[in-house]
């Protein structure tokens, strides 16, 4: 079992820059691919970025290339997700997630925490 826990979140200004945590326990994350995931209201969970854990290799939704900056810090077991330049679009629930399917597919990941509020205001 991997336990994942984000914060972070909360009410900014469009422009504004943002970091959001997520902090896993349990076991061991070697193998694990973690993701970032956003569902805003009425639409589907959408894949935002992604790192695997082992050789930190990253990967970016078209949608926030450039702007989202994903990393992790194996002393801390702590995945992080640096959002510049926000948007009121970017509003969303944020969701970390564990898993060793598909990178932006979320049925793949067999893990996931509770989720972090993001709201943007213009």
């Known amino acids: 079992q991997v336990q994942l826990v984000e914060s972070g979140g909360g009410l900014v200004q469009a422009g504004d820059s943002l970091r959001l945590s997520c902090a896993a326990s349990?076991?061991?994350?070697?193998?694990?691919?973690m993701g970032w995931f956003r569902q805003a209201p009425g639409k589907e969970r959408e894949f935002v970025a992604a790192i695997t854990w082992s050789g930190g290799t990253t990967y970016d939704a078209n949608s926030v290339k450039g702007r989202f900056t994903i990393s992790r810090d194996k002393g801390s077991s702590t995945v992080y997700l640096q959002r510049n330049s926000l948007k009121p679009e970017d509003t969303a629930i944020y969701y970390c997630?564990?898993?060793?399917?598909?990178?932006?597919?979320?049925?793949?990941?067999?893990?996931w925490g509770q989720g972090t509020q993001v709201t943007v205001s213009s």
């Open positions: 349990g076991r061991t994350l070697s193998s694990y691919i």
């Open positions: 997630a564990a898993g060793t399917g598909t990178i932006w597919r979320a049925s793949t990941y067999d893990y």
